[in-house]
Antibody, heavy 117, light 110 residues
């Protein structure tokens, strides 16, 4: 069955960096685009970024452009998001999700990132 | 960039039918597919409708999706409501470089 397991969340000070990872299993990872979507505590979903199946096409939300970088390693069935210059407003549960270039279809359980001094 | 606007909350009784709307602020609702996700408390979102009106495997046919170009909106309709349908529902769509979720609608089944 499809499994997506996120890791790397934690508490970090404003301005610092964090890298999240998402390990996939149960499907052919290299055939799917991968998304990151976040949800601030008690708030709605916010799409963050997507990477195409082969890494050749990447998009970012305006709120993270220039600070976050998505990448993938198809040999390790893993997608990453490098988050730099973190802000208090980046505090959220971060979900990775399988999908195609324009929509997620299956979501992981999430990892919590808290940005606080 | 466009926005998707949903009602904050809806409520209905078990066995009844409820419809949740999602209005696109700019650009045609018909140009880019609309998805719907269900999120129960404490859980990750799951897909209930994709590509306007397609149901993923395992989603009951009580769930249906549609679009209305006259109001530039999409709708999720749930018939034969069950208490297990109580959740937050989010619409989603995209354009050439951006993806957007609606603000979410809390469905209460009482």
């Amino acid at each position: 069955q499809v499994q997506l397991v996120e890791s790397g969340g934690g508490v970090v000070q404003p301005g610092r960096s964090l890298r999240l990872s998402c390990v996939a299993s149960g499907f052919t990872f290299g055939s799917y685009a991968m998304h990151w979507v976040r949800q601030a505590p008690g708030k709605g979903l916010e799409w963050v970024t997507v990477i195409s199946y082969d890494g050749s096409d990447i998009d970012y939300a305006d709120s993270v452009k220039g600070r976050f970088t998505i990448s993938r390693d198809n040999s390790k069935n893993t997608v990453y998001v490098q988050m730099n210059s973190l802000r208090v407003e980046d505090t959220a549960e971060y979900y990775c999700a399988r999908g195609n270039d324009y929509r997620p279809d299956y979501w992981g359980q999430g990892t919590l990132v808290t940005v606080s001094s | 960039n466009f926005m998707l606007t949903q009602p904050h909350s809806v409520s209905e009784s078990p066995g009844k039918t409820v419809t949740i709307s999602c209005t696109r602020s700019s650009g045609s609702i018909a140009t880019d597919y609309v998805q719907w996700y269900q999120q129960r408390p404490g859980s990750s979102p799951t897909s209930v409708i994709y590509e306007d009106n397609q149901r993923p495997s395992g989603v009951p046919d009580r769930f249906s999706g549609s679009i209305d170009t006259s109001s530039n909106s999409a709708s999720l309709t749930i018939s034969g409501l069950k208490t297990e349908d109580e959740a937050d529902y989010y619409c989603h769509s995209y354009d050439s470089t951006n993806q957007v979720f609606g603000g979410g609608t809390k469905l209460t089944v009482l």
